[in-house]
């Protein structure tokens, strides 16, 4: 599944994607890089698989559950381009960072000498079935029925966030708070439920992800 195409080693891949982790970009901008230096993702599993049917079961960890971005769609059309994937870089000024390798590719396929991903119309997604089976939405009501089940004041508050960790904590802290001061939204004892997908933009040689910068942010 993380098999790169042809002249990208899975060492520049893995290092362009830990640089983009790093640098605040979206789960969406990811996976933009993702599907074109892949020989899997982006389509690209359907359509080397045609003519067997796929039926994808699929958990979705991106918010919104847009199909050709979650695991970088490897069953699904591909809704990005070479030069989408190029500006991502560009973006964040990782385009002279990034090793040679994938520059080259993403060059040659903006020109037009590489395959683009396949697209809306490409006969293998006329034999795939992709099926949601668990998301972020899911997971939040399944905490919010056991939590309430408990005793507790449940409140889903949401299931779509995003933003940077940093914000997302100090929101979070904001809102125990207002519970502990007055009650609201919800009255002690309190269980607030809130999903959804952070970003994390490294300074210096900090370590942790989304998930421990926003527990931080959040003490």
Not at 91 to 109: E, F, H, M, N, Q
Not at 141 to 148: F, T
């Amino acid at each position: 599944m993380p098999l790169p195409c042809s002249e990208i080693s899975i060492v520049d891949k893995r290092e362009t994607i830990k640089a983009l982790l790093k640098c605040g970009a979206t789960i969406n901008e990811i996976n933009t890089i993702r599907k074109h230096i892949s020989s899997f993702k982006g389509g690209w599993f359907a359509n080397k698989a045609y003519t067997t049917t796929i039926l994808n079961l699929i958990l979705s960890d991106v918010v919104g559950d847009p199909l050709d971005f979650i695991a970088s769609g490897p069953t699904v059309p591909d809704s990005t381009t070479f030069s989408d994937a190029i500006k991502v870089l560009e973006k964040y000024g990782l385009w002279d960072k990034t090793p040679a390798s994938i520059r080259k590719v993403l060059s040659k396929g903006e020109k037009g000498f590489i395959p683009e991903t396949p697209k809306v119309g490409d006969d293998a997604f006329k034999i795939v079935f992709n099926v949601v089976i668990g998301n972020n939405r899911f997971s939040s009501l399944a905490a919010y029925e056991n939590l309430k089940s408990k005793g507790l004041n449940a409140l889903l508050l949401n299931s779509m966030m995003d933003g940077e960790a940093r914000q997302v904590g100090f929101m979070i802290a904001s809102i125990a708070r207002e519970v502990v001061a007055s009650g609201n939204p919800v009255p002690k004892p309190a269980a607030i439920i809130a999903g959804g997908e952070a970003t994390v933009t490294v300074a210096g040689c900090g370590l942790g992800g989304r998930n421990q910068e926003i527990t931080l942010a959040t003490a």
